[in-house]
Nanobody
Framework: QVQLVESGGGLVQAGGSLRLSCAAS????????MGWFRRAPGKEREFVGC????????YYAESVKGRFTISRDNAKNTLYLQMNSLKPEDTAVYYC??????????WGQGTQVTVSS
């Protein structure tokens, strides 16, 4: 019954900001982390960032450090990705995912983010 639904994507000018949301449901089991990934046209999917379940510590890819921030609203069971100072190279389909044990087991359908120069 696990479902992850991303929203908030769209077209934004370089230097602008955007906040993505990931509404999760059915997370009745223990999990290690919730993360964001992205896939640009013609490229492999890459890790963007994640936040751990226990400590709430966040990790980020070098390409987005200082610009992106991951947060979680436990009461609303929602994961967020605040993206600032967006660059054209940030253009991609963004996915949220849940790591239950050793891998990210559940994935959303993704939301398109397009940054124009």
């Amino acid at each position: 019954q696990v479902q992850l639904v991303e929203s908030g994507g769209g077209l934004v000018q370089a230097g602008g900001s955007l906040r993505l949301s990931c509404a999760a449901s059915g997370l009745t089991f223990t999990w290690l982390a919730m993360g964001w990934f992205r896939r640009a046209p013609g490229k492999e999917r890459e890790f963007v960032g994640c936040i751990t379940s226990g400590s709430g510590r966040s990790y980020y890819a070098e390409s987005v450090k200082g610009r992106f921030t991951i947060s979680r609203d436990n009461a609303k069971n929602t994961l967020y990705l605040q993206m600032n100072s967006l660059k054209p190279e940030d253009t991609a389909v963004y996915y949220c995912a849940v790591q239950r044990r050793t891998e990210y087991d559940y994935w959303g359908q993704g939301t398109q983010v397009t940054v124009s120069s």
